[in-house]
């Protein structure tokens, strides 16, 4: 659902962003990591239409990001890294205006924003005034407005940063709710333990350049390297000449179902698959959602949007799990 | 009924927001946000709320009386209402004329600071809103905060014309829609030619920026020197005024909104009903044309401007340092290094910020062009009187740009030296090094370029040597007086939550600064300039009567020569004290709250 056609971007004579040619599909929690300066903040603005790419093309779901940059935006979700928030609205505001801007009507938004307040546990600020609000109180709103219209692409820059561990927590068990339900997700990230804990599969840029596609066990067996951290593989990449590895060939993504449990041996990874099927279940949505369909089809049945606080008792059992 | 695509399968897609609900929308925004503003202000900041509300006020008022003073005179001194309707006509069209240029450039800087460096429009450009309506919304506000000192000045302008003028109500009807559609057409120029700009020359932009301010100050100095030279009569006839108005009819073009304005509003005036309204008509069509035009221009370029503005690299500084910077490094000297050190840092951050030194480019280089010019007049003029007043008026208005400096630039410096305390605070400095190199950057940032013009216009105006001394004391006093003022209270006022300059300086203790500042001058000038003035008034005086042999006149001059030198004495010495405390009981009040401050 997230394509990068050998997108370029240059400021002035650097080049920040090399020949990038990736997909992301449904179901996968991709991670960008890169020292800083790599480019991955430029992958991101181009992917949510901030800027345009100077070669190659950046679709989502299909759509031109460049050409069609509304139809794109509908179908992305963004966190940014360093967030905007009007300061002189409420929480309850800016998602109704957020939530406006999307199209939803008033009654949907209203069960939307009530369902967000439960998961994302805004219930006690959500009416005061943002300026109000500490870092980690605004970037749960940032993220409630992010998953407001249900997007089936996440783009997400830093998530983590100035979250307490609680915050992390409920995070991360949304983001890894969301693959599972279908969705894309590309976080890009400096922490390099969350993306072992839940990325189905990582990118390593630098210098504008990927230098490997692919799961962390595949990283150790390029570096013959088994049983050492995501660090360390990290740094041997990304001081060491290695070229760049696509151990998936052309990065075509897996299917869109969860990432399917795998033994490798390192055990994070597929835990984290374990997990997720877990966690579906938990936060499953009774919108029949199945497995295998692209959720970006136009011939899906109309079916009325529903959704509900985390209530173990009645939810349904995930289909996908 | 929700149409369109699904996301995944059982989810909805969400349709575009139709452009009315998006307005709704972001209206809505709007007015949530205003009416958030307004309750905290009624709130926690009622007394602040109404020293802003009656001080300007006071300022309208005043502005008001001095314009209707200036058009009874008007009345009075001109008997031929042919004569004084041509006055009117050729100052209100200059005026607008003048108006609607500033108005494209500042709007221009606005949008510029509102679409390419704001956050907000970063967040807007990732939400499906139209681009269209993200350039409007940005507009807006352009419009208001490029508008508002015009609405300031011109209002009592206009009100007091229609009040001496005794026009028909419809002139009242008639002069919001009029100067409201006026403000929309050079906003939108201004809105045009930023995007125009970013988008095509990106990197070229601020030197092409400078350029444009540079040829501006330029034309303004050929326009000024082609009104006062070679004027064929003496100064202040009826030959002199027609040769004036003749050079001033450039303003009278046509074509120009702000010809549309002034006849518009003379129109309705003189109660011609069917004039004025067709003006109205064809400013306001004008000004939906060119809104349209700009919305137009931005639905095209904005994304790719931005994106392009993104792409700009950053410029590679030298190593070592500045000329510049050795050079102050030089002059202080005396100064304890770790001040010098912080002179310095502060020098190189307002060099290169554009938006700071521009503004104190442009109103002290159009000033500058105005003294060197104004030196056309004394050669041929008999009355001294004239010259007298001027350089004193010229003085008071040094004075008063120098408030707006330090109120628009000192004043901001220290709040927004909170944000750097995670490093001044950890280095072995005290806090009063900070505070005392902030006054002495001020001061000596000061004093160069006020005694400097103040020398060019007694110099032009070839006044007496005991004149300059005189004026060049009093600017000493003004420049340290103002800097202590601003430092001190931006000390004692701080705002740590706005990141723009511009915002500090307009908020409360901005304002305040700018009162008590202005107040300060005023007492200055009484003690210590007015008196000199005085003085050599009625030494002329005195000389002219003498001509005519002995006159009961004469004794009188020579009575309030002698009060004029006591008051002159006595001012001197009381402006110096005053000065003085002045400077140290505001610093005081500023250090003190300074080193309570935490963070």
Same mark, same amino acid.
């Given at each position: ?321 | ?231 064929? &009569?003496?100064? #202040? ?6 040769? @004036?108005? %003749?050079? +001033?009819?450039? /303003?009278?073009?046509? $074509? !120009? ?120 007049? &004394?050669?041929? #003029? ?6 007298? @007043?001027? %350089?004193? +008026?010229?003085? /008071?208005?040094?004075? $008063? !740009? ?198």
């Amino acid at each position: 659902m997230i394509e990068f056609h050998n997108v370029t971007r240059r400021y002035g004579r650097k080049v920040a962003v090399a020949d990038l040619s990736l997909s992301i599909g449904p179901g996968e929690l991709f991670a960008l990591l890169g020292p800083n300066g790599a480019g991955k903040t430029t992958t991101i603005k181009m992917l949510v239409g901030l800027l345009r790419p100077d070669g190659g093309t950046v679709r989502v779901c299909g759509r031109d990001v460049a050409q069609d940059i509304r139809e794109a935006s509908r179908m992305i979700g963004y966190v940014p890294d360093q967030p905007f928030l009007y300061d002189k609205l409420t929480g309850r505001e800016f998602l109704e205006f957020v939530g406006q801007m999307r199209g939803l009507p008033p009654v949907v938004l209203a069960e939307r924003i009530a369902s967000q307040v439960c998961e994302l546990e805004l219930g006690d600020f959500l009416d005061e005034l943002i300026e109000t609000y500490s870092h980690g109180m605004r970037q749960r709103l940032v993220f409630a407005a992010a998953f407001l219209h249900d997007p089936p692409v996440l783009v997400i820059d830093e998530p983590l940063v100035g979250l307490d561990p609680r915050s992390s927590r409920l995070v991360k068990n949304l983001l890894r709710a969301r693959t599972a339900a279908g969705a894309s997700v590309l976080m890009s990230t400096h922490l390099l333990s969350l993306a072992e804990e839940i990325a189905t599969r990582i990118g390593i840029v630098d210098r504008g350049r990927i230098k490997f596609l692919g799961t962390k066990a595949q990283l150790q067996q390029l570096l013959a390297l088994p049983h050492t951290s995501l660090e360390q593989l990290f740094l041997q990449l990304t001081e060491g000449n290695h070229q760049p590895t696509r151990v998936q060939g052309d990065g075509v993504s897996p299917a869109a179902s969860p990432a399917p449990a795998v033994d490798d041996g390192s055990g994070e990874l597929s835990r984290a698959s374990r997990a997720d099927g877990q966690l579906a279940a938990h936060y499953s949505k009774p919108c029949n959602i199945t497995a295998d369909a692209d959720p970006c089809d136009t011939t899906a049945s109309d079916v009325p949007r529903q959704h509900r606080c985390a209530d173990p008792a009645e939810r349904r059992p995930a289909e996908d799990s | 009924m929700i149409f369109g695509m699904a996301t995944s399968p059982g989810v909805q897609c969400e349709d575009f927001l139709p452009p009315q609900a998006e307005a709704r929308a972001f209206w809505l925004l709007r007015r949530r946000i205003i009416v958030a503003r307004v309750r905290q202000l009624l709130t926690h900041a009622r007394l602040r709320l109404s020293i802003v509300i009656i001080l300007s006020a006071i300022l309208w008022f005043g502005l008001f009386g001095l314009f209707a003073e200036g058009f009874m005179f008007l009345d009075s001194a001109v008997p031929h209402p042919q004569w004084r309707d041509q006055i009117v006509q050729t100052v209100l069209g200059s005026f607008f004329v003048a108006l609607m240029l500033m108005l494209v450039l500042s709007a221009g800087v606005l949008i510029y600071g509102a679409l390419f460096r704001s956050p907000e429009t970063t967040f807007l450009l990732t939400i499906p809103a139209r681009t269209e309506r993200v350039f409007l919304h940005k507009f807006q506000e352009a419009l208001v905060f490029s508008s508002w000192g015009f609405v300031l000045l011109g209002s009592p302008v206009l009100l007091a014309f229609g009040v001496v003028s005794a026009v028909p109500w419809y002139y009242y009807a008639m002069l919001l829609p009029m100067v409201i559609a006026f403000v929309y057409i050079p906003v939108a120029w201004g809105a045009i030619l930023c995007l125009l700009l970013i988008r095509y020359l990106p990197r070229g932009a601020g030197a092409l920026l400078a350029l444009i301010g540079a040829s501006a100050v330029l034309a303004a100095a050929v326009l000024i020197r082609g009104l006062i030279t070679e004027m064929q &009569s003496e100064l #202040l006839t009826p030959g002199w005024l027609h040769d @004036m108005l %003749s050079r +001033l009819r450039f /303003s009278e073009a046509r $074509l !120009l909104p702000s010809w549309w304005l002034t006849n518009g509003l003379l129109s309705a005036a003189e109660g011609d009903w069917s004039e004025a309204m067709l003006l109205l008509v064809l400013l306001i069509s004008n000004a939906l044309f060119w809104r349209q035009v700009a919305i137009w221009v931005a639905g095209l370029l904005l994304r790719t401007a931005y994106s392009n503005l993104a792409g700009r690299t950053a410029t590679s500084r030298r190593p070592h340092s500045a000329l510049v910077d050795r050079l102050a490094d030089c002059l202080l000297c005396i100064a304890p290094r770790p001040m010098r050190l912080m002179i310095i840092k502060d020098l190189r951050l307002f060099r290169r910020d554009p938006v700071q030194w521009s503004q104190f480019f442009i109103f002290f280089g159009l000033l500058l062009v105005y003294f060197v010019n104004i030196g056309s007049f &004394s050669h041929s #003029l008999h009355y001294s009187g004239w010259v007298n @007043m001027v %350089s004193f +008026l010229n003085l /008071s208005v040094v004075g $008063l !740009l120098l408030s707006t400096f330090t109120t628009r630039f000192i004043f901001p410096m220290i709040s927004l030296e909170a944000r750097r305390f995670w490093l001044l605070g950890m280095l072995p400095l005290r806090r009063h090094t900070i505070l005392w190199s902030k006054f002495l950057f001020a001061t000596a940032g000061a004093i160069v370029p006020c005694c400097v013009l103040i020398l060019v216009s007694d110099f032009a105006l070839r006044v007496p040597r005991s004149i300059v001394l005189t004026h060049q004391l009093s600017c000493l006093v003004l420049c340290v007086g103002l800097a202590g003022i601003a430092v001190g209270l931006g000390a004692r006022f701080p705002d740590f939550r706005e990141e723009s300059a511009a915002r500090i300086a307009a908020g409360f203790g901005g304002t305040l600064n700018l009162v008590l500042s202005t107040l300060y001058i005023v007492v200055v000038l009484a003690l210590m300039a007015l008196p000199f003035h005085f003085l050599v008034a009625a030494d002329q005086a005195a000389r002219t009567f003498s001509q005519f042999g002995p006159h009961p006149w004469m004794a009188e001059s020579l009575r309030l020569q002698g009060w004029f030198r006591l008051w002159l004495v006595g001012g001197t010495i009381g402006g110096l004290i005053l000065a003085a405390a002045t400077t140290v009981w505001v610093m005081y009040v500023g250090l003190r709250a300074f080193n309570r401050w935490e963070f």
